[in-house]
């Protein structure tokens, strides 16, 4: 019962305070928990879980939600979606909508204090429909990443801009989509780009001017460690983006990203070796960047399986034993647990239906068993996977982790055996041949005949010690939904087919839902003013905010 | 080998695409030789197929094997796809002038086809007994039966697809679909490699062309009602039934639901494996040589 009466307190500690908002100092986003009516990072905190100590919403309670506000942004492009996860602080929401439209709100009404829209460059280039991630806040200072590949920071008061700074080039498949992190007085972020040829990096800002303070580089080069898993000149068009913000342990002083696919996405032939540290999970020094240790889940991948689904920290029993572990739900189908103060790989376990992997060997190298071919190659799961950039959670009262599932989903993938089929041309898509696919990739259509074979959707709850499913929440279509966990045991989350609901986080049971007429692609949140818990929700060209109802 | 498989084929089929698109078939400028189509055919895989997907339907409200929204004579789609479209999801693609008009050529040819989004699973290359087209004919018209539902080119029934080369204008309906059929209707023909044709055969169940998937529903009270899965999800069920009328039911309310098998019936021990290979020869030599 101790996180309720915390919970309780901090809220009615918000009460006097209003909603007016305090520098966000480096401390706060430490102990951001400490203050779950405000969301400072991301994730919501440090550790990825998106699990919230908010408990006014209860599975007793939580049918008298009703719409409290909705705020509409600019009608979205046919292939855009709005991915933001918003910021609140002190009754202040920040948002950002695609292309790159910030907002800032009063988070009880939904009425605007100031909008910021930047005109993208036209050289912008993105694989997969213009979307952004989310803002980073320090002290009175919002940080944006663009999809013409800039960072810009924004006086959180005024929306004025302080300082702009040109990342990478856009004309080259740079783009910058991933919602950046902080880490006591550097803003953490890595470029878009795996299907342009680029080589990746995690880069340190100075959030004072936006000057680098240290890079590391996703592939490395010829005499660097790591080296070895690339063949020829290969290494300098590799691959490896970032585009899902990563987590930190404090006491570890570790951050753990991780890492898109290899370039050419779907023929390796050029590209001999295990191609690290692509669809690998880093843990760096925030401080220097220098790596720790880097845990590889796909080598040398010919499947688009980039690595970068958020690496979710916790503290479990692990077979009998207290382990500061990671867990990551993988674009791949696969389920890991991993020590994450070595790197040492404790569990593999699929969560849908895989074809690519039959075993692991105890370092945690997959056994891989198939390859694209020349007439095709059917492989479970599909281009998009099994899971995407949408977060998980994990409640460390139910002790599950929840994933939002595309289940049973087959692309076939083909290509020309070779690497010359294949020719790289700066800023057109370097990647070989798109795999078929049943699903509508990017954003859901606006039907769906589609047979169960096909493919489904599914918000499924994990137990992290064995990697067996505890419960299924199926849907008919699949889901590009985050997911949150509360204190009182609910899990929100949604889907293609727009219905955003809660679930009983023991049970999976469905307890609400509400229909918001468009595709939810964002991570829900929660956040409370004046004493009062909201929870919101992204979805085709809104953000939908729901309350308990008065009386 | 052709190295695109089942588009690739559809490609073949180019000059009849043409003449029959939805679109309008004079707005194309240039004439397109195969080489040109399948260089498209390449950089639309890399460049385009992730949101357009392979059956140009993947960006809500945009069908590019049906119709252009935004433009209509090749030069201008070509300027569209290297400008790409401000303010919207559309990028530009450094594309030279020559390389978007291959693009336009792979589109212009792919008018009035819908690819099978649904790969079928490979099943191995079939019984691996080679097929005679004179026999299988025979097979077909007479001890197979296959006349009675399927028509070649428009000569026969209409119960099954017709099982001829020509693509059919989109949107051809099946006994299952009323009027309009599923999205983007369907070839109204079975995949065109010998393991699927053959696994047609045998397992007709294992993939219906959109078109002739029949739904059916069956209320809590007795009802039972058939036509086209117009959109479906977790609690509710959109449909157009067999008398052509819209129906919407909630899942509550329902005994039971899903598609109904094929009409189809499998052939596997009605006919002798030889005489499978000769229709699959059959079929496939009405597509002419590959």
Excluded at chain 2, 245 to 271: C, I, N, V, W
């Amino acid at each position: 019962m101790k996180p309720v009466v915390l919970a309780i307190a901090v809220v009615t500690a918000a009460v006097s305070l209003g909603a007016q908002s305090r520098a966000v100092t480096s401390d706060r986003i430490l102990k951001a928990s400490a203050e779950p009516q405000n969301w400072l990072t991301y994730s919501g905190n440090y550790n990825g879980q998106r699990y919230s100590a908010l408990d006014q919403i209860t599975p007793a309670n939580v049918k008298n939600l009703e719409l409290q506000w909705v705020f509409q942004v600019r009608t979205l492009g046919a292939a855009d979606k709005f991915e933001a996860t918003p910021l609140v602080v002190d009754g202040i929401m920040y948002t950002v909508s695609p292309p790159n439209d910030v907002v800032a709100l009063d988070a009880v009404s939904g009425r605007v204090f100031w909008r910021y829209d930047y005109a993208n460059a036209p050289a912008a280039r993105v694989c997969c429909g213009r979307v952004n991630r989310g803002l980073a806040i320090l002290g009175d200072r919002l940080f944006m990443g663009t999809i013409d590949g800039k960072v810009i920071a924004l006086n959180a008061k005024t929306g004025a801009v302080e300082w702009q700074k040109q990342i990478d080039r856009p004309e080259a498949g740079f783009s910058i989509t991933v919602a950046p992190l902080v880490v006591k007085d550097k803003i953490i972020l890595g470029p878009a780009g795996g299907e342009y040829g680029i080589r990746g990096y995690i880069m340190a800002l100075d959030p004072k001017d936006g000057n680098e303070l240290w890079r590391f580089w996703t592939i490395p080069e010829p005499g660097q460690p790591g080296s070895e898993t690339w063949t020829g000149p290969a290494w300098q068009k590799g691959g490896g983006p970032i585009w899902t913000t990563g987590t930190y342990d404090p006491d570890l002083n570790l951050m753990y990203w991780g890492v898109g696919n290899p370039g050419p996405d779907w023929n390796g032939d050029g590209r001999p070796g295990d191609n690290l540290y692509t669809d690998s999970v880093v843990a760096l020094d925030p401080d220097t960047g220098k790596l720790k240790w880097h845990y590889q889940y796909t080598p040398h991948d010919e499947f688009d399986y980039d690595a970068t689904q958020v690496p979710v920290l916790a503290d479990i029993q692990f077979n009998g034993q207290p382990r500061k572990v990671l867990m990551q739900a993988n674009r791949n189908g696969v389920f890991y647990v991993i020590d994450r103060t070595n790197g040492q790989f404790l569990l593999a376990k699929p969560f849908t239906k895989v074809s690519w992997v039959d075993g692991w060997d105890a370092k945690g190298r997959p056994n891989r068993v198939q390859n694209p071919t020349q007439e095709g190659t059917l492989v479970y799961p599909n281009n998009q996977g099994a899971t995407n950039w949408y977060s998980p959670s994990f409640s460390p009262r139910t002790g599950l982790f929840y994933i939002p599932t595309w289940a049973d989903t087959f692309s076939t993938y083909r290509k020309t055996p070779g690497p010359e089929s294949v020719r790289f041309t700066e800023g057109q898509m370097y990647t070989g041949q798109f795999p078929t696919m049943a699903l509508p990739a990017m954003v859901g259509g606006t039907t769906n005949n589609r047979r169960p074979q096909d493919g489904y959707g599914l918000i499924q709850a994990v137990d992290p010690k064995t990697g067996t499913q505890r419960w299924a929440f199926r849907m008919d279509d699949v889901t590009d939904s985050g997911v949150l966990s509360t204190a009182s045991d609910l899990v929100f989350a949604g889907g293609r087919e727009g219905y955003f609901f809660a679930l009983d986080a023991k049970t999976g049971s469905l307890l609400w839902k509400s229909m918001v007429g468009g595709q939810v692609a964002s991570g829900p949140m929660t956040y409370a003013v004046n004493g009062k818990q909201y929870v919101a929700i992204s979805a085709g060209n809104n953000t939908f905010v729901y309350a308990l109802r008065q009386n | 080998m052709r190295i695109h498989g089942t588009l690739g084929l559809f490609a073949l089929g180019v000059a009849a695409a043409v003449l029959l698109a939805a679109g309008s078939p004079r707005a194309q400028q240039h004439s397109y030789t195969q080489q040109d189509i399948d260089a498209g055919h390449a950089l639309y895989d890399a460049n385009c197929g992730r949101c357009h997907n392979n059956d140009g339907a993947g960006v809500p409200g945009v069908e590019l094997f049906k119709q252009f929204k935004r433009a209509n004579s090749d030069d201008d789609i070509a300027k569209l796809i290297q400008a790409g479209i401000p303010g919207t999801s559309m990028p530009s693609h450094q594309f030279s002038t020559a390389q978007a008009l291959t693009v336009v050529a792979y589109l212009r040819s792919m008018v009035g086809v819908t690819p099978t989004t649904t790969p079928a699973p490979p099943t191995g290359s079939g019984s691996g007994l080679v097929g005679d087209p004179a026999r299988g004919k025979t097979v077909f018209e007479g001890k197979g039966g296959c006349t009675s539902c399927h028509a070649i080119n428009g000569a026969g029934a209409t119960t099954g697809p017709d099982l001829g080369p020509a693509p059919p204008r989109a949107g051809g309906a099946g006994p299952g679909a009323a009027p309009g059929g599923g999205r983007g209707g369907g070839r109204g023909a079975p995949p065109p490699t010998a393991a699927a044709l053959e696994r047609s055969i045998l397992e007709p169940d294992a993939d219906v062309a959109v078109p002739y998937r029949v739904f059916q529903v069956v209320t809590k009270s007795g009802q039972t009602v058939r036509g086209a899965l117009l959109n479906q999800d977790t609690f509710s069920i959109q449909m157009r039934d067999q008398a052509g009328d819209l129906r919407a039911f909630q899942k509550t309310d329902l005994k039971e639901h899903g598609f109904l098998p094929s009409a189809m019936p499998s052939y596997r021990g009605r006919l002798a494996a030889q005489e499978v290979a000769d229709v699959v020869a059959y079929l496939l030599s009405l597509r002419g040589p590959r």
